[in-house]
């Protein structure tokens, strides 16, 4: 795990060492372990080191037969990669994840891309063919950004990376800024910063140094070509397989590992199955809050730990440390998004620095098993107007309202998020309502200044929406909310994976994030994997015989709560105001800050306004103002 930097120079003037080092220190929490430089006319790169695997041999950049690489990741299948390479002659100087990537990109060109499993990003420089090939991971699991002018090019793991070179000017871009506050993350390529993009999940990009054209190519996306000749057997027995060797493989290292467990389905099982390929016990990490049961999931964690034989460490962040350290992570996230978990996510990520230099947890498993709330509220109202119209907009009834009726004990804690739901908009195409469950402008909009708001083109927003959610292979609702959720809102959620435990230089590896497990839910037909409008159905037939009954029957879904409402009445309320309220704040003219006050008040439990408008003007300040 670690961190790097490129700048590439279309004027054919030398890359500048002192620019690349600048570049390179403000992502020095990414690799504190080593760094290396590679500098060739006008290509130069830095990398950052965070070391995993082989300590001793596996600096970079690293070069092979006239290729050279910097890489942040692991690929976990490595060592079987290595193997059949050697069966073909190869020979390895070291025993890195490194050097494998570069003998098979000798063996098998960009193709072998497609036999990949694990989180990486990288640049291949071929000296030879004068070209680069820059990957990412088929999620986005590890961040990689870029810039471009008539100029130059230039690479970062981070944004801060790219903003640290002389010519770079923080701008923030209107258009992103207004879908960042619809749905508090942002959709494709773009990001808060004017002319600073993200290599997208899933896609490859090769530069040639010689022409300077450039080609980008998505190398993988799910199939939802569905597979109806194989039973619900068979799906349970494939995913057990892979899940057992997908934990197994991920928990190679040559440093001291352990877990995240919130006492979830996801974590509890990446824990105990951890545990189980283990000679000794497994060191767990929880947080919990003291301000309520509802903020509160540690006797699970307990229980789970207790069936793992895993030795627990517990955390309680606190008021004041959310009011010290939300600067510092606005800073590390580079853009403000996902909501506030975050904050006990890097508490519990700093005290496990302290024990451990790799963790697992369960992030991706609401995602690609359906374990979100929405996904039955969405199921709900299609069962309604099905019963009503005697019809159906999938072609097939996944889930009818007899069938749902068992599973709905499950939606209590969801009410309030029901009423304003069905306030508006019912029965309206899949689409439609899909974007409503995730739109957050309807109960922020009033706080915004008029002006700006007027100039938000919905049409515009919704459009690049249903591009992802309307995917032409996915046919079920369910498909079509699980696919977006892959592909618009989970990198958001990685970003803050990322961030938050490289800002205490860990590296966070997601076992459920594993493209084999995708592809096999992916054409799975959706009756099977929701059935009866049950959440994560399939996961929970498949470990039924791994988790304690007391967490699979769990109906209490938290997701780390944070206690905002609570606090913003509290301490943090003056350092709330001192944000939202700055002189700064007043002259961006888009949070309307005569309401401040009235957004405080209202602010109810689990809310996303007030953090939405925290971290978006905690953003400017960080980065735009200064």
Known sequence: M????????????????????????????????????????????VHKRLSIIDLKTGNQPMSFENCTIVYNGEVYNYIELRNELISKGHQFQTTSDTEVILHLYKEYGVDFLNVLNGMFAFIIYDQIEQKLLIAR???????????????????????KALLAHPEISAESDVDILYEYLTFQFIMGDGTM????????????????????????????????????????EYFIDELR?????????????????????????????????????????????????????????????????????SELFEIFPTEQEFIDVMPKL????????????????????????????????????????????RYLVAYLEQAVKGAIYESNEEGEHIVSLKSILPNLPSLKQYIPMMKKFWNDGAFEPMD??????????GSTSSFLHPEFLHERNDDAIFSKFSSYFNHSDTKSYFNK???FDMFGSLPGLLQVEDRMSMAVSIESRVPLLDRRIVDLISRMPAGMKFKGGEMKYLLKKTIKDVLPDKIMNRKDKMGFPVPLHIWSKNKAKDFILDVLLSRNAKDRNIINTRYIEQLIKSEQPFSRGLWGFLCLELWYAQFIDN
Request: hydrophobic fraction near 35%; aromatic fraction near 12%; charge should be negative.
């Open 241 to 309: 397989k892979i899940l057992d060797e997908t934990v197994s493989q991920q928990l190679r290292s040559d440093v001291p590992l352990g877990t995240y467990l919130s006492g979830g389905l996801d974590s509890s099982l990446v824990t105990i199955m951890a545990s189980k390929f283990l000679n000794g016990p497994i060191k767990s990490f929880s947080g919990a809050f003291n301000e309520g049961p509802e903020f509160n999931e540690l006797e699970y964690a307990r229980v789970a730990a207790k069936a793992a034989h």
């Open 2 to 45: 670690c961190g790097f930097v490129g700048i590439i120079n279309k004027n054919g003037n030398s890359a500048e060492p002192s620019i690349l080092g600048k570049m390179a220190s403000s992502i020095h929490h990414r690799g504190p372990d080593a760094d290396g430089v590679f500098l060739e006319g006008p290509v130069g790169f």
């Open 432 to 441: 439609r309502r899909y974007y409503s469950l995730l739109n957050r402008m």
């Open 330 to 373: 606005i800073y590390h996230l580079d853009e403000p998004v996902a909501g506030p978990g975050l904050f006990p996510q890097y508490i519990v990520s700093k005290f496990a620095s302290q024990h451990v230099k790799v963790i697992l947890g369960g992030q991706g498993g609401d995602e690609i098993f359906g374990g979100y709330a």
């Open 481 to 483: 909310m699980t696919h």
């Open 137 to 159: 991971d088929h999620f986005g699991i590890k961040p990689l950004y870029w810039y471009h002018d008539d100029q130059k090019i230039l690479f970062g793991s981070e944004i």
């Open 193 to 232: 910063f004017r002319n600073i993009f993200k290599i997208l999940p899933g896609h490859f990009m090769i530069i040639d140094l010689r022409s300077w054209d450039t080609d980008t190519v998505k190398y993988w996306e799910p199939n939802f070509k569905l597979d109806q000749y194989h039973t619900e």
